[in-house]
């Protein structure tokens, strides 16, 4: 595993390992690298407990002769091939060089006062800052604001293309001139190109594709990574996008696939799971990028179906930000669906994808972080009478008549052992028309149920707990949603997990608000407009754990590219019920020509929390789904 700090659910994400993590800061710290060996023997300081994961991501840097600490309770420690020393010791090296290891300095070096020797030459991690023009937050290096950075699958190969769509939202919280910095990594990990796009002015509409892209740096076909680096941002360090992969007529696919899915949580994790083995004619492939100047190791990776604990390793090494497609039938034979599998990561990668391919159709979908900090919360099954039905995981039930609506449970925790669930179903008014309890699911459970087995009607249904029979919960519970066209060959697919929606009372973080303490009881949506050949819509539910307002009042803001507001329609759903929205038939050509294909509608809502599922559609059937996006 590598030895990184990412994330704590307390303390949220570590900045400075997005700061040695930024592909500027990796080339900076092997030249660094570089001059360091041939300075002759080095000593590091480590004052914030943070070389370990500097010589993990950057194994250029030279052997570490001396180590020093100033915490003593870690003196003592083996670590970097030698053992820690105190401080006070450093009065006594013969080393060449001493790396301090922080950024923002001054103030450390001005309390060794003394105890450098004399003729020592000194660096310190600000060699590898980013430029002064890169950075939005000033008074501090490691400002989380200064590293607003993701990663996005990119292709354009073989007749697909991909096309990144979000919005400027960070102008909704103050921002005023944010850039993103880009840089495409090859499949073999090589930067193809590095470049800066404005944002606009306002909350307005921001679109890369791949081959406009490849158009412009006369770029062979390529399959890799584009790194993303928002600057002058404000209020979010996080990166949010749509992805949708689409089929660009050069290949052989005859127009026929797209997929959606969307940001890649910047925050390498131990284990990933809700990868699905494949179907009856299905080819699964799970998309290993390397997130890291570092390579990862043969036999780093490895595979396993869920809750089997008989992991089978990777048997190839990833070079440096390169992309490998793995066939999970060639490591794991003879598993099919509805069998589920987990990828041990190790930390070398931020949340994957996965591609599934039928009847030469392509679809692109994640997996989620499988928590290693979570243990069973004893305060779930004893949530009080404000707290409703607690939990809820929504999804849409798709018209019956024209699409099969699949559910699967998926364990998400190292520590989940069951899972205790009953699927509520309601229609569009938001009638509750059927149920099932699912028992008591365990961890290795193959379950998959079709919304047609409990006669759903179009509306949305809701994984909840149920404790009638025992059992325990997290509520990191999620669920992976498989939808089949009854006319086509065409599927699509997400997964999500649960929150309490919609109740005054509060239960840890929940209801989660966008930014900002609980409770979040309004709607901030992004859903982007379709293009030419393909229409957008939106699957829209108002999830409510207990009883809340009877109806929505919802506002559908129509955007154009510079964040103006074009147009505006109102509409209501009902508390536990859902509505379809198609912006192509709610606001006229004219006002959509207004908006142009960087447009967008701002699905906003004062009074409640909903959520949704947004996708394309096609005339001739093809369409893509994946959970929304809010900020």
């Not at 590898?128 to 993701?150: C, I, K, V």
């Not at 606001?587 to 699905?603: D, N, T």
Request: proline share 8%; net charge negative.
């Amino acid at each position: 595993m590598l030895n990184i700090q990412t994330y704590d659910a307390r303390a949220g994400g570590n900045v400075l390992y997005k700061a040695l993590a930024h592909p500027l800061a990796a080339e900076a710290l092997a030249t660094l690298g570089d001059r360091l060996r041939r300075q002759g023997p080095l000593a590091v300081f480590d004052p914030e407990a943070a070389a370990d994961m500097l010589f993990a991501m950057h194994p250029t840097l030279p052997p570490v002769t001396e180590l020093y600490v100033q915490d003593v309770s870690g003196v003592g420690r083996p670590a970097l091939g030698t053992d820690t020393l105190p401080l006070t010791e450093l009065v006594h090296s013969h080393a060449a060089t001493l790396l301090v290891v922080s950024f923002d300095a001054q103030r450390v070096l001005a309390r060794m006062g003394s105890l450098v020797p004399r003729g020592m030459q000194v660096v310190t991690l600000d060699e590898a800052r980013l430029p002064s023009e890169m950075l939005t937050g000033t008074r501090s290096y490691l400002d989380r604001l200064n590293f607003a950075t993701n990663y996005a699958f990119f292709r354009d190969a073989g007749g697909l293309s991909t096309r990144l769509v979000t919005a400027n939202y960070w102008a909704n919280y103050g921002a005023r001139r944010v850039r993103l910095w880009l840089r495409l990594f090859d499949a073999a990990g090589v930067p193809i190109a590095s470049w800066e796009e404005m944002a606009p002015a306002g909350a307005g509409g921001i679109m890369i594709d791949s081959g406009e892209v490849r158009r412009r740096f006369d770029l062979p076909e390529f399959t890799g990574q584009l790194f993303i680096h928002a600057i002058g941002v404000a209020g979010h360090d996080v990166v949010k996008y749509a992805l949708d992969t689409y089929d660009n007529g050069e290949g052989t696919g005859g127009g026929r696939s797209l997929s959606v899915t969307h940001d890649a949580n910047a925050w390498p994790s131990d284990r990933y799971a809700n990868l699905p083995a494949p179907d009856a004619g299905e080819t699964v492939h799970l998309w290993v990028q390397n997130s890291h100047a570092t390579p990862i190791p043969a036999d780093a990776l490895s595979l396993d179906r869920m809750g089997a604990e008989t992991p089978v390793t990777l048997p190839f090494a990833v070079a440096p930000y390169a992309s490998v497609a793995v066939d999970v039938s060639a490591h794991l034979p003879g598993l099919h669906w509805p069998a589920q599998i987990e990828l041990r990561a190790g930390r070398h990668v931020v949340r994957p994808r996965y591609e599934v391919t039928r009847h030469g159709r392509s679809r692109i979908a994640h997996l989620n972080v499988e928590r290693a900090d979570l243990r069973p919360d004893p305060g779930i099954p004893t949530l009080p009478a404000p707290m409703g039905r607690g939990y809820l995981l929504p999804f849409p039930v798709l018209p019956p008549e024209q699409f099969r609506s699949i559910v699967q449970p998926t364990i998400m925790a190292e520590q989940q052992v069951d899972l205790p669930l009953r699927l509520d179903v309601f229609d569009v008014e938001g009638h509750k028309v059927g149920e099932r309890f699912l028992g008591r699911l365990p961890r290795n459970h193959d379950v998959a149920i079709d919304l047609a087995e409990l006669g759903a009607p179009e509306g949305h249904a809701e994984l909840v707990y149920d404790f009638r029979d025992g059992g325990s919960a997290d509520g990191w519970l999620h669920a992976l949603v498989r939808y089949e066209s009854l006319t086509t060959p065409h599927v699509a697919e997400t997964s999500f997990g649960a929150h309490i929606f919609n109740t005054a009372m509060t239960y840890r973080d929940e209801p989660q608000s966008y930014s900002g303490p609980p409770p979040g009881l309004s709607t901030r949506l992004f859903l982007r407009l379709g293009d030419t050949h393909r229409h957008s819509f939106a699957a829209m539910m108002y999830p409510a754990s207990a009883a809340w307002h009877p109806r929505s009042r919802t506002q559908l803001i129509l955007h154009d590219a510079t964040g103006e507001v074009v147009a505006e329609r109102p509409i209501e759903i009902a508390c536990s019920g859902s509505m379809m929205v198609w912006p192509h038939k709610l606001f006229s050509p004219e006002l959509l020509g207004l908006a142009g294909p960087r447009g967008y509608v701002l699905i906003r809502d004062t009074t409640c929390r909903l959520f949704g599922y947004h996708g394309l559609m096609d005339d001739e059937g093809a369409f893509s789904l994946d959970h929304m996006f809010g900020f």
